[in-house]
């Protein structure tokens, strides 16, 4: 019997609050895996902004694209992706949106980006910790702009939560990760980066890449306005 079955017979996994005797929660193992079986997000701080972007990987041509978005608006400076369980994303960017606009109302003011993933990572980290829940099968990349400076977050199922130059969250993210590093400059612009992630799907997908099941979401630094572009218009850029 390997260790996964020792531990499902002992009964480790039957809640997401008991450490197994390896030190893992493994409702929370579970979870993660569920996330890298998420569609594909990449984001990128610019020179002169910030972008996500993301494949939808929608094939059946019964569902409207555009219902099916990935890459969701929390407030104007402020965009987040999900991997995972899209209902479980749901919850969370509803609550982020009404943060930002609950932090609006109170002090005039736009919302910091790192404030929006804290409360949000604090939120997951609580649902691994108390009985009765299940932990959030889902990980956000949030970007936006503080102040006109771009940055990017990413949070885990656990609500641990970084800031990155850039990352990959869902479906091969840790092959993504390293072709970043290998390829990220903090000198690109929105345009280069774009097309460096791009590629990075391309070389990684082979023939089951296909640019019309994307979407991009982008806000540069000056403009201060996020845009969106799916398919072909994403090469045009």
């Given at each position: 019997?390997?260790?996964?079955?020792?531990?499902?017979?002992?009964?480790?996994?039957?809640?997401?609050?008991?450490?197994?005797?390896?030190?893992?929660?493994?409702?929370?193992?579970?979870?993660?895996?569920?996330?890298?079986?998420?569609?594909?997000?990449?984001?990128?701080?610019?020179?002169?902004?910030?972008?996500?972007?993301?494949?939808?990987?929608?094939?059946?041509?019964?569902?409207?694209?555009?219902?099916?978005?990935?890459?969701?608006?929390?407030?104007?400076?402020?965009?987040?992706?999900?991997?995972?369980?899209?209902s479980d994303a749901r919850v969370l960017i509803e609550k982020a949106q009404l943060l930002a606009q609950q932090h609006r109302v109170t002090y005039d003011s736009p919302?910091?980006?790192?404030?929006?993933?804290?409360?949000?990572?604090?939120?997951?980290?609580?649902?691994?910790?108390?009985?009765?829940?299940?932990?959030?099968?889902?990980?956000?990349?949030?970007?936006?702009?503080?102040?006109?400076?771009?940055?990017?977050?990413?949070?885990?199922?656990?609500?641990?939560?970084?800031?990155?130059?850039?990352?990959?969250?869902?479906?091969?993210?840790?092959?993504?990760?390293?072709?970043?590093?290998?390829?990220?400059?903090?000198?690109?612009?929105?345009?280069?980066?774009?097309?460096?992630?791009?590629?990075?799907?391309?070389?990684?997908?082979?023939?089951?890449?296909?640019?019309?099941?994307?979407?991009?979401?982008?806000?540069?630094?000056?403009?201060?306005?996020?845009?969106?572009?799916?398919?072909?218009?994403?090469?045009?850029?």
């Amino acid at each position: 019997m390997d260790m996964d079955m020792q531990h499902q017979a002992m009964g480790y996994d039957r809640t997401a609050t008991m450490f197994s005797p390896d030190g893992l929660l493994l409702q929370v193992d579970y979870a993660e895996k569920t996330v890298r079986l998420g569609v594909s997000s990449i984001g990128m701080v610019c020179a002169d902004g910030v972008f996500i972007v993301a494949d939808k990987r929608i094939t059946d041509k019964l569902i409207v694209q555009e219902s099916a978005s990935r890459i969701h608006e929390v407030d104007s400076h402020i965009f987040v992706s999900s991997a995972g369980i899209t209902s479980d994303a749901r919850v969370l960017i509803e609550k982020a949106q009404l943060l930002a606009q609950q932090h609006r109302v109170t002090y005039d003011s736009p919302i910091e980006p790192e404030t929006i993933i804290k409360d949000l990572s604090d939120m997951k980290q609580q649902f691994t910790q108390y009985g009765g829940a299940r932990p959030f099968g889902v990980s956000l990349m949030l970007a936006g702009l503080n102040n006109k400076k771009p940055e990017l977050f990413s949070s885990d199922v656990t609500g641990n939560y970084f800031a990155y130059h850039a990352n990959a969250i869902g479906e091969n993210d840790e092959k993504i990760r390293q072709k970043l590093r290998e390829k990220y400059k903090k000198d690109l612009t929105i345009k280069q980066g774009v097309k460096t992630a791009l590629d990075i799907l391309k070389e990684l997908k082979g023939d089951k890449f296909n640019v019309d099941q994307c979407e991009l979401a982008y806000i540069k630094s000056e403009e201060e306005k996020l845009k969106r572009l799916e398919g072909k218009e994403i090469e045009k850029l």
